[in-house]
């Protein structure tokens, strides 16, 4: 009976595999891939930050012209607001469009011309994305990971690079805009006006009702999502953010209630039944989207200002440990990814770190109760039906697609010729401090696989506030309570209150086995089935064991192995700018550099306390982007005290100037200026 099953297993992914390669026949013989020889990128002539670029350059990256676009502008399932809306919103006092270039490149996120793909000129990484019947905007993959350095007029496109976008600020000045645009009469006669005009809204009721709903939500993304420390450009605390989106959709009746009756939120005013009830009348045991906006404004209405900031601080987690886009080449032939490894690349790792990831850029979680039996019930017994707009079968083909994706090479006929002496000399050095966690790969082997070294942070000496918040934040389990998560050594049983890192693993887990809703019975179950077998059968990344100095995971402490972070091979790093997990030094010659201590004395080379950023512009002796002689965003690693500021700081792995220790626990001598430079240059020629 067991070899029978195995071979109609067989033969069901032999038929699957045959129908989707002839949908594939079927589909490249009517789509004309686009071949624009730039990518559909603009060129700006000089931006706030007195940038410019007259030709753009792409890379030898194993990505096509097409492959390019495909990337760009491919869905994921991200609901930021009524795409209508975004198309006509105007910038507060002023009749310019928000999406206007000038304005998105502020953010800096890659302005486009219209292309077959994406007709209406969006920036890369944002796109038309639909869910039942509406169109929204949303933001893809490429939005954070696709990078772009300036040298002597040349912009040079780093597909699967970091990028350098600041995405809390662009949505603080959203919401500017959403409510600048509800106040303003002539400027709300003229939003919807043209809004009418694209034809998808019937009355001027509808278009005010949605945006008092988009104004409202994307306001209340920004105060969940408050932290202390200042993000600015090429950072993001991703995973505080997901975290928080995922514990605003876990919330049900019984946590609204449990929250509210304690005594910490009264802040002086008692919270009467009454006004219990008030806030949590009409109310599923799991709210839909149009619920929580109404207990939203139950919850604004019924309790004052520091009762309301209590409340947030009881449900939510601060997201204050922003940390570099991380870049894409490479990723699937991880074992384990995420800056402190995370998540696990095997089965379905990738599947559901993606899912995850559209949870935090937006998409719509229609998590609702169900009678009966629900798809989740394949994975754990529910009756939460966990729908929502995230595409899981794109998801899996971008994952698919990353797969050809190589690091970029340094190119000499733009940044100037690797002095190969020098380099040669930097060769041994980088052997002996470096390669032990960092070993080499060839970028262009399609067999070639990346294990994750793990440093613990006690050892490496790096800012611990990303892989604390992974470690330590906890929140109210609501609807999944009383279920069980597997976190490695075991399954645990979710509480009341319970990790954020294991609420978000169930969750994700149980948006993948639910089909997508927008698709047709057949297609919707046949795109399932695929994509669950592929990442069970397909994915080459089998489970294996973390490498390297980590405190491993125990029945006690079942998230130790978090409190870590990785080290990978660096092919390509020169473009990956600033450095260090939380972007806190920005050139790879600073990274050499030891942070200055008290004693240390004064006319010694150190890492910058502050440094600009927002700047593409390159340079190409430190390797690294401008830091100085612009007004950008000022990183700083200490506040007006001297004080240092958590999740900032720029010290640790100082392995080349004698302060940490290797992996053996020898502390090598500090490198001369020479010894720095030749290490860089060959630094240059991974």
């Given at each position: 009976?067991k070899?029978?099953?195995v071979?109609?297993?067989?033969?069901f992914?032999?038929?699957?595999?045959a129908?989707?390669?002839?949908?594939?026949i079927?589909?490249?013989?009517t789509?004309?891939?686009?071949?624009?020889?730039v990518?559909?990128?603009?060129?700006v002539?000089?931006?706030?930050f007195?940038?410019?670029y007259t030709?753009?350059?792409y890379?030898?990256?194993?990505?096509?012209?097409?492959d390019?676009l495909?990337f760009y502008?491919?869905?994921?399932?991200?609901n930021l607001?009524?795409y209508d809306?975004?198309?006509?919103?105007?910038?507060?006092?002023?009749?310019e469009?928000?999406?206007?270039?000038?304005?998105m490149?502020?953010y800096r996120y890659?302005?486009?011309k219209a292309?077959?793909?994406?007709?209406?000129?969006l920036?890369?990484?944002w796109?038309?994305?639909g869910?039942k019947?509406?169109e929204f905007?949303g933001l893809?993959?490429?939005?954070?990971?696709t990078?772009q350095?300036n040298?002597?007029?040349?912009?040079?496109?780093?597909?699967g690079?970091?990028?350098?976008?600041d995405m809390d600020?662009?949505?603080?000045?959203?919401?500017k805009?959403?409510?600048?645009t509800r106040?303003?009469?002539?400027?709300r006669n003229?939003?919807?006006?043209n809004?009418?005009?694209r034809?998808?809204?019937?009355?001027e009721k509808?278009?005010?009702?949605?945006?008092d709903v988009y104004k409202?939500?994307?306001?209340?993304?920004?105060t969940?999502?408050?932290?202390?420390?200042?993000?600015g450009y090429?950072?993001?605390d991703?995973?505080?953010?997901i975290?928080?989106?995922?514990?605003?959709?876990?919330?049900?009746?019984?946590?609204l209630?449990?929250?509210?009756?304690?005594?910490?939120l009264?802040?002086?005013?008692?919270i009467?039944?009454?006004?219990?009830?008030?806030i949590?009348?009409?109310v599923?045991?799991?709210?839909?989207?149009?619920?929580r906006?109404?207990v939203?404004?139950?919850?604004?209405?019924?309790?004052?200002?520091?009762q309301l900031?209590h409340?947030?601080?009881k449900?939510?987690?601060?997201?204050n440990?922003?940390v570099?886009?991380p870049?894409?080449?490479?990723i699937p032939?991880h074992?384990?990814?995420q800056?402190?490894?995370l998540v696990?690349?095997a089965?379905?790792?990738?599947?559901?770190?993606?899912t995850?990831?559209?949870i935090?850029?937006?998409?719509?979680?229609d998590?609702?109760e169900e009678?009966?039996?629900?798809?989740?019930?394949?994975?754990?017994?529910?009756d939460v039906?966990?729908t929502?707009s995230?595409?899981v079968?794109?998801?899996r083909?971008?994952?698919?697609?990353?797969?050809?994706?190589?690091?970029?090479e340094?190119p000499?006929?733009i940044?100037g010729?690797?002095?190969?002496?020098s380099?040669?000399?930097?060769r041994?050095?980088?052997?002996a401090?470096?390669?032990g966690?960092?070993?080499?790969?060839n970028r262009?082997?399609?067999?070639?696989?990346?294990?994750?070294?793990?440093?613990?942070?006690?050892?490496?000496g790096t800012?611990?506030?990303?892989?604390?918040?992974?470690?330590?934040y906890?929140?109210f389990s609501?609807?999944?309570?009383n279920?069980?998560v597997s976190?490695?050594?075991g399954d645990i049983?979710?509480?009341?209150?319970?990790?954020?890192?294991?609420?978000?693993?169930?969750?994700t887990?149980?948006?993948?086995?639910t089909?997508?809703?927008d698709k047709l019975?057949?297609?919707?179950?046949?795109?399932?089935?695929?994509?669950i077998a592929?990442?069970?059968?397909?994915?080459?990344?089998?489970?294996?064991?973390k490498?390297?100095n980590y405190?491993?995971?125990?029945?006690?402490?079942?998230l130790?192995?978090?409190?870590?972070y990785k080290?990978?091979?660096?092919?390509?790093?020169?473009?990956?700018?600033?450095?260090?997990?939380?972007?806190?030094?920005?050139t790879?010659?600073?990274?050499?550099?030891?942070?200055k201590?008290s004693?240390?004395?004064?006319?010694?080379?150190?890492?910058?306390?502050q440094?600009e950023?927002g700047?593409r512009?390159?340079d190409?002796v430190?390797?690294?982007?401008?830091?100085s002689?612009?007004?950008g965003?000022t990183?700083k690693t200490?506040?007006s005290d001297?004080?240092e500021?958590?999740g900032?700081s720029?010290?640790?792995?100082?392995?080349?100037?004698?302060k940490t220790?290797?992996?053996n626990?020898?502390?090598?001598?500090?490198?001369?200026?020479?010894?720095?430079?030749d290490?860089?240059?060959y630094?240059?020629?991974?």
């Amino acid at each position: 009976m067991k070899q029978y099953l195995v071979s109609s297993e067989k033969r069901f992914l032999i038929f699957i595999s045959a129908l989707v390669f002839f949908i594939g026949i079927l589909s490249a013989c009517t789509l004309i891939p686009e071949t624009d020889p730039v990518r559909g990128a603009t060129t700006v002539k000089q931006d706030q930050f007195g940038d410019s670029y007259t030709t753009i350059k792409y890379l030898d990256q194993g990505w096509d012209n097409a492959d390019s676009l495909w990337f760009y502008t491919t869905t994921q399932g991200s609901n930021l607001m009524p795409y209508d809306f975004f198309m006509v919103l105007e910038q507060p006092k002023k009749q310019e469009l928000f999406r206007a270039d000038d304005n998105m490149n502020f953010y800096r996120y890659l302005p486009q011309k219209a292309t077959a793909t994406n007709p209406d000129a969006l920036p890369v990484g944002w796109v038309k994305d639909g869910y039942k019947g509406k169109e929204f905007i949303g933001l893809t993959c490429a939005a954070c990971h696709t990078g772009q350095v300036n040298y002597n007029g040349v912009g040079i496109r780093i597909d699967g690079g970091p990028a350098t976008a600041d995405m809390d600020s662009i949505m603080k000045d959203l919401a500017k805009a959403l409510y600048y645009t509800r106040r303003n009469e002539d400027v709300r006669n003229r939003f919807v006006k043209n809004v009418l005009a694209r034809g998808n809204y019937k009355t001027e009721k509808e278009v005010l009702d949605d945006l008092d709903v988009y104004k409202q939500r994307i306001a209340s993304y920004i105060t969940i999502n408050h932290s202390d420390v200042a993000y600015g450009y090429a950072r993001l605390d991703a995973f505080g953010r997901i975290y928080n989106r995922v514990l605003e959709h876990l919330v049900n009746e019984r946590v609204l209630r449990e929250l509210l009756r304690d005594g910490k939120l009264a802040d002086g005013k008692d919270i009467t039944e009454e006004d219990l009830d008030k806030i949590t009348q009409n109310v599923s045991r799991v709210m839909s989207g149009e619920e929580r906006d109404n207990v939203v404004n139950r919850l604004v209405e019924t309790l004052g200002w520091e009762q309301l900031g209590h409340f947030r601080k009881k449900l939510f987690n601060p997201p204050n440990a922003p940390v570099s886009y991380p870049f894409l080449w490479d990723i699937p032939q991880h074992d384990y990814v995420q800056w402190n490894g995370l998540v696990v690349n095997a089965g379905l790792g990738p599947v559901g770190r993606n899912t995850g990831e559209v949870i935090g850029v937006f998409g719509t979680l229609d998590w609702q109760e169900e009678k009966g039996t629900t798809l989740s019930t394949l994975i754990g017994k529910t009756d939460v039906n966990f729908t929502s707009s995230v595409n899981v079968h794109n998801l899996r083909k971008i994952e698919s697609h990353l797969w050809k994706l190589q690091s970029p090479e340094w190119p000499e006929e733009i940044l100037g010729a690797i002095d190969k002496q020098s380099a040669a000399r930097g060769r041994p050095l980088f052997n002996a401090y470096c390669a032990g966690c960092h070993t080499g790969i060839n970028r262009a082997d399609p067999e070639r696989r990346v294990v994750a070294k793990m440093s613990r942070i006690s050892d490496v000496g790096t800012d611990p506030a990303m892989a604390k918040n992974s470690t330590e934040y906890t929140g109210f389990s609501g609807i999944l309570r009383n279920w069980y998560v597997s976190v490695g050594v075991g399954d645990i049983l979710l509480d009341q209150e319970a990790p954020v890192a294991a609420l978000l693993t169930k969750a994700t887990l149980n948006v993948v086995a639910t089909p997508d809703p927008d698709k047709l019975f057949f297609q919707r179950w046949g795109d399932w089935i695929v994509d669950i077998a592929t990442a069970f059968f397909h994915n080459e990344i089998k489970p294996s064991i973390k490498h390297g100095n980590y405190d491993p995971d125990t029945t006690v402490n079942p998230l130790a192995s978090l409190n870590s972070y990785k080290a990978r091979p660096l092919n390509g790093i020169w473009a990956t700018a600033p450095y260090l997990h939380n972007g806190s030094v920005p050139t790879l010659y600073d990274l050499l550099l030891p942070k200055k201590r008290s004693g240390d004395p004064e006319d010694g080379e150190y890492r910058p306390e502050q440094f600009e950023v927002g700047s593409r512009e390159f340079d190409p002796v430190k390797v690294g982007l401008k830091s100085s002689g612009y007004k950008g965003f000022t990183f700083k690693t200490t506040d007006s005290d001297g004080e240092e500021i958590r999740g900032n700081s720029n010290a640790g792995h100082e392995y080349t100037s004698g302060k940490t220790a290797q992996l053996n626990g020898e502390i090598l001598k500090p490198l001369t200026k020479e010894q720095r430079l030749d290490l860089l240059e060959y630094l240059k020629t991974l």
